[in-house]
């Protein structure tokens, strides 16, 4: 070894100190006090270690090159309180804090630091020969207690990365920057144990550089992502840290399950990844809703700044899954709506009838006043038969709110029974069913039977001589071949109360419409039809078997002809 090497020693300690010096200014500055106390604490330790270690190696005299070798061996060793105490604090561990272990902790320390204050007398720790090559210095022997102390050392050492391992996995988060840092600390400690077996080289101990190494590292280099995966720690939620102009710096596991457009996209702008994301990351705070697998999912947007120094190192996106809740109020709020317009339609109802049926008994007083007893009679029974179809409408009204609650449970319900059970409940006079509804279709059969009378009635009402039912990919359809209303917006036709074709039917789409969102399916009229109305329900779980257009008659001969 070249007295060159002397020089190199000398600016390795430099540095280490002067990283020391600076990263202590910024560790100061950590807002979690015990993850500061902790980070301090290593690097005013480590810094005096190879203060230590500087002078020892700058030392005009071998016994001051003894006295300081030993200081360096005896403040190194508190660099490990110092490091496992930062390690359990930034973690969310305890074990900083308990008294057992500290106690324990100060015991071993000082148990240590006598042995190598002895070491004198006894030789244990370690033996020392001055030499002049390749530059004058102690040739230190290491003894049977300084392999006991450097293991126990080192297995503290790696105590400490399981549990910065640990919480990096534990959140998810990509641990290859941890294995950079731990690669740029375990480097020197590689090159002490080559020195240690050596006769050539010198035994200066390069570990405050590697524990330097790490500390600035952490500050300068990785401390926006040291921090989140700290925030991030016991949250099981979506997580997406953005630096300061919006790209994606990293995002836990759950983030790239539920998101997998963020594999691969860190350094991206999340705008290009995932704009909605990035919409709602602008608000204060909302509601995003997302298609997954088929199915709406909402996620509750919050974000968080990193700020140091006066200026923003970037943001943590944490989306929470509020799916459940927000499907719950959803449906309070559609409940809440179709109760309100049932309530609406009611008091329309009831008050026509109010006036239908008291227009009509002043009808027949005066009727029977000019002696018309037929007349008046016949008007009698007009305002009692508007009052009983009132009672009716009740009843519907009565049902569509019994059942207008979302399905939980559905079942494999065979389309064609459902569409014969429903023609057999409607009056259906002289009108025709066609049906090509072989197949089964997700559904609550009940409330599907409901469905598909509230579309055939409105389909009688409206004069269809001929009634068409078809199940399709994602739903099925009822045409008409009555009335078209072209005239008329197609959302009118879903509003209770609206009286389209007549007052009788003017609940039965709305109805229609009720029940298919309770499944959470979709109802529109088709406002391209030409033949009359055709309702269209979709988002349906359907499975057509195949293509048999038959008519009631064929397929529910007892259902048809009982009309």
């Known amino acids: 070894m070249s007295s060159a090497s002397f020089y190199w020693y000398i600016l390795a300690y430099v540095v280490a100190i002067v990283g020391c010096a600076v990263a202590l200014r910024r560790a100061r500055r950590i807002d979690d006090r015990e993850t500061r106390v902790g980070l301090v604490a290593l690097l005013v330790t480590s810094g005096s270690w190879a203060t230590a270690q500087l002078g020892y190696l700058i030392a005009p005299t071998g016994t001051l090159q003894y006295a300081l070798y030993l200081t360096g ?210 608000d204060d705070e909302g509601v995003l809703e997302r298609r997954e697998d088929g199915e709406a999912r909402y996620y509750l947007v919050s974000t968080t700044e990193f700020v140091r120094g006066g200026g923003t190192l970037g943001r943590l996106a944490m989306l929470s899954d509020v799916t459940d809740s927000e499907r719950r109020r959803r449906e309070l709020e559609r409940q809440n709506d179709q109760l309100e317009s049932l309530a609406a339609a009611m008091r329309h109802e009831l008050l026509n009838t109010l006036q239908i049926v008291a227009g009509r008994v002043d009808i027949a007083g005066r009727e029977l006043e000019s002696g018309d007893v037929q007349s008046a009679r016949e008007s009698l029974r007009t305002a009692s038969g508007t009052a009983q179809r009132m009672r009716g409408l009740v009843e519907d009204f009565a049902d569509v709110a019994r059942q207008g609650r979302t399905v939980e449970a559905t079942e494999s319900v065979p389309f064609d029974v459902a569409v014969g059970e429903a023609w057999a409940a409607v009056d259906t006079a002289d009108t025709e069913l066609v049906s090509d509804g072989e197949g089964t279709i997700e559904a609550d059969a009940d409330r599907l039977t409901s469905l598909l009378a509230s579309a055939f009635r409105f389909g009688v009402h409206n004069g269809a001589d001929r009634i068409a039912v078809e199940l399709e990919g994602d739903g099925f359809s009822v045409a008409g071949d009555g009335d078209d209303h072209h005239d008329m917006d197609a959302e009118a036709f879903f509003e209770y109360g609206g009286a389209v074709p007549d007052a009788e039917a003017g609940i039965a789409l709305p109805n229609v419409r009720t029940l298919a969102r309770v499944h959470g399916w979709t109802a529109t009229v088709d406002d391209e039809y030409d033949d009359g109305v055709r309702v269209v329900i979709e988002n349906a779980h359907t499975e057509p078997a195949r293509s048999a257009t038959r008519s009631a008659a064929e397929r529910e001969p007892a259902a048809s002809r009982a009309q």
């Not at 006598?114 to 022997?141: C, D, R, S, W």
């Not at 990096?168 to 080559?194: M, Q, S």
Request: some cysteine; overall charge negative; glycine content about 8%.
């Open 73 to 282: 061996l005896i403040v190194g060793l508190t660099t490990i309180g110092g490091w496992l105490y930062f390690c359990s604090a930034y973690t969310g561990r305890s074990f900083h804090r308990n008294r057992t272990y500290r106690r324990l902790a100060v015991a071993v320390y000082v148990a240590i630091v006598a042995v190598k204050l002895t070491n004198p007398f006894h030789g244990l720790y370690f033996t020392a020969e001055p030499m002049t090559t390749p530059f004058p210095h102690l040739a230190i022997q290491p003894g049977l207690a300084h392999w006991v102390v450097t293991g126990l050392s080192y297995s503290l050492v790696a105590v400490g990365f399981f549990m910065l391992f640990d919480l990096f996995l534990e959140v998810d988060f990509d641990t290859r920057p941890l294995a950079a840092l731990v690669g740029a600390t375990a480097l020197p400690v590689t090159f002490d144990l080559v020195e240690m077996t050596s006769t050539t080289i010198p035994d200066l101990s390069l570990e405050p550089v590697g524990v330097a190494a790490f500390a600035v590292g952490t500050l300068f280099v990785f401390e926006d992502r040291f921090l989140s995966i700290q925030l991030s720690d016991g949250v099981d939620d979506v997580l997406i840290y953005l630096d300061g102009d919006g790209r994606i710096r990293e995002a836990n596991g759950l983030a790239r399950e539920r998101f997998p457009e963020l594999r691969g996209a860190r350094g991206r702008a999340l705008e290009a990844v995932l704009p909605a994301v990035a919409s709602a990351v602008g």
